[in-house]
């Protein structure tokens, strides 16, 4: 590159040669930054586009979080059962009575101006019917869409404080309870009890699954019992930790159990755990549940994890949960995954590329 002395004097041509020399320079320059903004620009692009695909879970979409609290329409933040029905709608218990949510408008139940026996609701389960069964700590309560009935001791359940809800292949309905488990077939009722070592393992029934080939799996607080409707088999582990089930899934041929020190998997032949160290967010589970992909998602009290059966994704308030304490957790559908926190409300989780 080339200097002037300029004299001022000169006259006026090379007043404008020196201009246009400049100017010449000048698009020169520009031209260099234009094409490194353009190759930054490029770089920003490859590198944005690594991060989304690195974002993207095996459900193949854009996650897309949204939360609903009192003042959408809920009756409570705090959220202990969820349930679609057969129409599709949500249920929601919570410690205020229940929220029915059909994807537009929620409606409230409360025990003031509908027949639930309790306000507090810690289970839900949906029959062949379409009947809703709602258990609380005093008892239980059905809804059929416009009659209520509830049921407590008086008329056959072993216990009053209802943990869990289910249904199993013939229409009959479980309770779980602190004092062993009733069944309902609509007419008559039954009692289950430990007795010696057979029946329950233990009389304290925290949640029940029925799996594809309609056996009943019991999760007790020492273990757990299942019965194939004529006997009755019981599983107990050497870590007393690992016997306190909290919740189970049945997923094809492999029943999922939430514990006290991590998540266990059986598939009828051998048993395996997995904790923190394998990459769940939380040893204490609270909830599991089944993805329309095959995904198993597991509800803790530090966020939700999700397992596709080798990689393992954890999802916090920070990445859109309502709170990081799950209780429980559905699958609608359309495949949207439904969170219910302690505190915080509800969340789903939706993939827009559906």
Known sequence: MQFFKIKFSDDNKKVVHLISYLQNIIQHIMGLKLKLLALLFIIIGLV???CTKNSKSNNSGTEEWTTYTTKQGLS?????????DKQGALWIGTEYGITKYDGNTFQKFQQSSS????????????????????????????FDGTTWLSYTTDFGLVDNYINSIAVDGYGNIWFAT?????????????????????????NRVKTIGVDSSNNLWLGTEFGISKFDGNHWTS???????????LSIACQSTNIWFGTLAGVEKFDNTSWNTYNYENGLAHNQVYAIATDLEGNIWFGTQLGAS??????????????????????????????DIWFGTLSGGLSKLHYTSR
């Open 76 to 84: 409570s933040n705090e959220i202990f059962a969820l349930a679609i």
């Open 178 to 202: 602190p004092e062993g488990v009733s069944r309902f077939d609509g007419l008559n009722w039954k009692i289950f009890v430990k007795q010696g070592d057979s029946i329950l393992v233990n």
């Open 48 to 50: 944005a586009i690594s």
């Open 306 to 335: 999700k397992f596709d059966g080798t990689t393992w994704k954890n999802y916090t308030k920070d990445d859109g949960l309502a709170e990081n304490w799950v209780t429980s957790i559905v699958v609608d559908k359309q495949g």
């Open 115 to 142: 027949g639930l026996i309790y306000h507090s609701v810690h289970s839900i389960a949906v029959d062949s019917d379409n009947n809703k069964w709602f258990g609380t700590s005093e008892g239980v309560s059905k």
């Open 235 to 245: 599983y107990i582990q050497t870590d007393n930790s690992l016997n306190y089930i």
